[in-house]
Structures are given as C-alpha cells and as structure tokens.
C-alpha cells in the first residue's frame, strides 16, 4: 500500500491499525503476558545497549533523538514540571542503540542509509517572551543590555527558578512589545516554563512560547507500551520546508530486554541518494 503524507489522516490510521495489531498480538517474542514490564521510573526500561563501538558524534545524535523522544512523552502527559527524567532517555537512548546493533538489513537502511534521527519541532532548552515596552521601564534595560536580572521579583523569580538568561533581545519602534529569547543551560521541558511567564499579564500580556523549529523532515515516532516500545523511523522528502510530500517507514519493537523485531516497512518508492 502506498501513501504519502496528504492526507496526513491515512498515516495517522495505518499507525493506529499497527498498534491495535501489536497489543492484540500475544505470540510475538517478548509481548504479552510474559513480556517484563518497561518501568523506566525506577531506572532505565530497557537494559543498557553496548555503544562503545560508535564515534562520539553518532552518540550524541541518538541521545538527542532520546531526549526528544523523552519529552514528547513528557508533554503528552500533561507535565508541568520542566525536568525530564533522565530514566525516561536513557530507556528510548538503549532501545535506539539496539535497533542500530540489531543487524537487520532494515535497520541498517533506515539509520544509516536514509540517516532518520527524531526530528525536534523546537528548541529544546529556550522560551519566547514578548514584553509590553508600553508597561516597561528600567527593568526592560536589564535585558536589553543582557542582564538577566531585572529587580522584579515575579520575574526574576521564574528566571532563577528554571536557571534562565538572556539569549537575545529584538525589538523594533514600530512595535509595542519586544521579543526576547531566555534559555537555559540545561535541556528541560520548555512548555511549562513559556506557562509560567504567560501568567505574569502585566508585564507580557500572556504572550510566550516556545521556540518553534519551522519546516518538516525525517522523524522517529514511538509509542511506549507497558512491555515495549515500538519505534517508527519514517523517512519524508518532497518539498520539506513547506511541509513534506513523500515518505516511507520502518516499523521495530523493542523489548526491556533489548530484543528487536522488525514488523515491516512501508510508503513510496524510496528516492535515490546522493554520494
């Protein structure tokens, strides 16, 4: 079956119809009642996979991929808190490294080949801010000259209590607010901090976010279950910056135990590359 990703409803469903047909599947190698649960609260979920044959900068893509992977679950579950637990990457960091050590031919295709790493939709450790210029006074030049404290108490106190500074002040006289980027040196869950700003109305008039990432590419999805985790690496091309066209994927579980299976690939005939 080919698809592509217009309409996005018909991806959407396939997936679904994969899940549906994992849960419902006892026999498969390390599911169902047997499996052992992934309990990443008490550490990782999935034992430790050997990465001590890959280069530094491949490791540290696969723990980026980890960290994004981690905070979408975070994000779904409606956390306000701003740290990610460190268990939670590690166990999406183990099962990517078993996928990349599987052997399989399609995961050799999808990772080294096509080069799918999970793909950020924003900064991972920054908030948007938009302060009213009209409500500022002296306060506002702290940031402006690149001093994060400000002597408001309600802000200072949410720039110490997330270890915020200053990234960028923007501003032009046409507009009434300016736009001023605060990160921290950490990696943390940003959508929560952009919440605590919004609530200081007089300062920001609700206006912060995040600090989106525009355009679209290749992305890992998963879905994290009580005895698995099933990765999708989908490859996409076609007109990326305004919104893929094409793509593909490659569908694996992995176990708590770091066992892998792949249950098959799907989507348009795969371009070919470039040396």
Not at 105 to 118: S, T
Not at 141 to 164: F, P, V
Request: proline share 5%; aromatic share 12%; glycine share 8%.
């Amino acid at each position: 079956m080919l698809y592509s990703k217009q309409p996005q409803i018909n991806v959407f469903l396939i997936w679904i119809a994969t899940v549906l047909l994992i849960v419902s599947c006892d026999s498969f190698t390390g599911t169902g009642d047997q499996q052992p649960p992934i309990d990443w609260e008490d550490g990782p979920g999935i034992v430790d996979a050997d990465d001590s044959h890959l280069p530094d900068s491949t490791k540290e893509e696969w723990r980026k991929s980890a960290r994004e992977l981690a905070l979408r679950f975070t994000i779904e579950a409606d956390s306000t808190e701003p740290d990610v637990s460190g268990d939670l990457i590690e166990t999406y960091y183990n099962g990517l490294v078993h996928i990349v050590n599987s052997g399989l031919a399609p995961a050799e295709q999808a990772v080294e080949e096509y080069g799918v790493r999970a793909r950020p939709a924003f900064v991972h450790n920054q908030v948007l801010v938009f302060p009213d210029k009209s409500e500022s006074s002296e306060w506002l030049d702290s940031w402006r000259n690149g001093t994060t404290e400000t002597g408001i108490s309600e802000i200072d106190e949410r720039t110490e209590a997330y270890q915020l500074t200053v990234k960028e002040f923007n501003e032009r006289e046409s507009q009434p607010y300016a736009m001023v980027v605060l990160e921290a040196g950490e990696f943390i869950n940003p959508k929560p901090v952009a919440s605590a700003f919004r609530e200081l109305e007089s300062y920001f008039s609700g206006r912060a976010s995040v600090n989106s990432i525009v355009g679209d590419g290749s992305d890992i999805v998963t879905n994290l279950n009580s005895g698995y985790v099933l990765y999708r690496f989908e490859y996409s091309w076609g007109d990326c910056p305004a919104g893929c066209i094409n793509s593909y994927y490659w569908d694996f579980l992995v176990n708590a135990e770091g066992e892998v299976e792949f249950l098959g690939e799907e989507g348009e005939d795969l371009p070919e590359l470039n040396e």
